[in-house]
């Protein structure tokens, strides 16, 4: 069972950066798909960014954070971060790293989604808070 560790949350005021991290255990990172999707006090959970295997070739965003926030992947250290930049107080939530479902991409036909059940492993979620 791999484990997904997410670092890097905090409170920033409005306009500010943080940058999450996202340890993932295991072997084969390289070979899975990874997201980040959030949610917010009184809401559902939400996509925000997904990066496909290998070397990340494929990237998808929200609308509501492209342009604004960025993923990557460093294999060699078994992580993936979540870099935001010009933060807004709606961007506060609970960020959590999620590992794409094994084997599954070839049999949907997608190196990335923005579908929850797709992913089946989930870190513990890190909070992040915007002030205004």
């Known amino acids: 069972q791999v484990q997904l560790v997410e670092s890097g949350g905090g409170l920033v005021q409005a306009g500010g950066s943080l940058r999450l991290s996202c340890a993932a255990s295991?072997?084969?990172?390289?070979?899975?798909?990874m997201g980040w999707f959030r949610q917010a006090p009184g809401k559902e959970r939400e996509f925000v960014a997904a990066?496909?295997?290998?070397?990340?070739?494929?990237?998808d965003y929200a609308d509501s954070v492209k342009d604004r926030f960025t993923i990557s992947r460093d294999n060699a250290k078994n992580t993936a971060y979540l870099q935001m930049n010009s933060l807004k107080p709606e961007d506060t939530a609970v960020y959590y790293c999620t590992r794409y479902r094994n084997g599954y991409t070839s049999y949907y036909g997608e190196s990335v989604s923005r579908t929850t059940t797709r992913y089946d492993q989930w870190g513990q979620g890190t909070q992040v808070t915007v002030s205004s």
């Open positions: 990066i496909s295997n290998g070397s990340g070739g494929t990237t």
């Open positions: 295991g072997r084969m990172f390289s070979s899975y798909t």
